[in-house]
């Protein structure tokens, strides 16, 4: 079966799955591989519980009633990646592509709720960013779409590009590139060769063209929105036809923190605009903010409507929630953690105000840290938690927990734990009152769960 007729049983089942624990009637079900898994011995099953189609790459070892709706392939994931690209070049709209060390999720979140404050926007639902995730989001891209915004993860060199290949897009933001995934990416430049590959799609002569929703073409040629503060991007993105720029000065869009900022959320003064309110913690926020007013201004969204659609957004599943517990202020940054968001987000937590973020007279050292380790790292690892225990030691704090990994192989005078549960029966036990708490760490440590109970 060719893609385009794949693509005809797609049109009349557009919905894909990939997982038959989330398998809805009539979905098209691919049976991927994986090293622990293998959705070809789930396929009859997928069938039987409402599945249009199944998608397989191994022949059944026995037919059935069902078996004239699986659809044999020689690779399911690499037919899932070739249906998407199929579905991609039906639109002429601009698809934006996000990827980055620290805030992509954030950033997409902005930009889509920004943009779909005027126009029909899909976005990357969740943590889909990775080979299976992109192709799933392209495919849930409806044929009435003005934008597609799409979140692209990576822990390699060479991923990005082949992410490219089949989400073509038209328009991409860097968001930086940092200490995250050093392992995967060979080190510091490795990280920024890494993300740089999508500035080499946007380079590249294999950018399509688009229309924006005003009916007016964009010029040929790739567009980057790029942070203008950091020199890095500056230079990672000369040679792309079009480059907006964003950030705290000499930018086509600026803007910087207010001074005059009460609470611990992340207020912003645009240029030429308005302050803009955000429930974003950490001044390190700033750059995603910037860029969703700059991709909103680019594409003709009134200043009213960027202002409300991000004052609007409250961020969720454990990025930067402000959590108020117990008397408790609660900062949960548990999704994902690497050197550089690790000290952002201390850096943060250091200079925020208690009353700032309540109106209670506490003390100003009643800050407690409960970092859990970072992966990924590699033969740095060691040196990267070293740096951060001594990035801990130049600020007052009431207690500082640090829990797993790398943590436990350093000598330090801090409260250490192995896991997630030990550290929370200690918080449990010590239950803090009226104190201010910075909780995070890497996936892997799990460190919402210190709060759970």
């Not at 199929?86 to 990827?99: L, S």
């Not at 840290?369 to 001594?390: C, R, T």
Request: hydrophobic fraction near 35%.
């Amino acid at each position: 079966m060719t893609i385009a007729q794949l693509y005809q049983i797609y049109l009349e089942h557009p919905s894909v799955q990939t997982d038959t624990r989330k398998l809805r009637q009539g979905d098209l079900f691919f049976a991927l591989k994986g090293p622990n898994f293998n959705g070809n011995t789930f396929a009859a099953q997928a069938l039987e519980q409402g599945a249009a189609y199944a998608v397989i790459d191994e022949a059944p070892v026995k037919t059935g009633p069902l078996s004239d709706r699986l659809i044999l392939v020689e690779d399911a994931l690499t037919t899932l990646q070739q249906l998407a690209l199929y579905h991609r070049q039906q639109f002429n709209i601009p698809f934006i592509a996000i990827t980055g060390s620290n805030g992509k999720t954030t950033t997409k979140e902005l930009v889509h709720t920004v943009l779909a404050s005027t126009y029909i926007t899909y976005t990357t639902q969740g943590n889909l960013n990775n080979h299976i995730g992109i192709p799933i989001t392209i495919l849930s891209v409806k044929k009435d779409a003005q934008f597609a915004v799409i979140e692209m993860g990576a822990n390699h060199q060479k991923e990005i590009e082949g992410y490219c290949q089949y989400t073509l897009p038209t328009h991409g933001i860097i968001t930086n590139a940092g200490k995250a995934h050093l392992e995967g990416f060979g080190g510091p430049e490795g990280v920024k060769k890494g993300k740089g590959e999508l500035y080499d799609f946007l380079r590249s002569s294999q950018v399509p063209g688009c229309i924006s929703p005003d009916g007016q073409p964009t010029p040929a040629g790739g567009t980057a929105f790029v942070m203008w503060d950091y020199d890095y991007l500056r230079t990672m993105s000369r040679g792309i036809p079009h480059i907006i720029k964003y950030g705290t000065h000499d930018a086509d869009v600026t803007g910087n923190i207010h001074k005059e900022n009460t609470t611990s959320f992340l207020n912003v003064d645009i240029q030429g605009g308005p302050t803009i309110h955000t429930q974003l913690v950490g001044d390190y926020n700033l750059p995603n903010v910037l860029v969703a007013v700059a991709v909103g201004r680019h594409f003709k969204v009134t200043d009213t409507a960027i202002k409300a659609a991000i004052e609007a957004y409250t961020p969720s599943n454990s990025r930067s929630q402000l959590i108020q517990k117990d008397g408790n202020h609660i900062i949960l940054d548990a999704y994902n953690a690497n050197p550089s968001s690790m000290r952002a987000a201390i850096e943060n937590f250091a200079r925020l105000v208690p009353a700032g973020i309540s109106a209670s007279p506490e003390p100003t050292n009643n800050k407690i840290l409960i970092l859990g380790a970072m992966a990924e790292l590699g033969p740095e690892s060691l040196a990267e938690h070293q740096g951060i225990v001594d990035l801990i030691g130049q600020y007052p704090w009431k207690e500082v927990v640090l829990v797993g990994g790398d943590f436990q192989q350093l000598q330090h005078a801090y409260k250490r734990f192995d896991n997630s549960k030990e550290a929370a029966e200690w918080f449990r036990k010590t239950a803090p009152k009226n104190a201010y708490i910075l909780i995070k760490g890497s996936r892997s440590t799990k460190m919402e769960e210190v709060i759970a109970q």
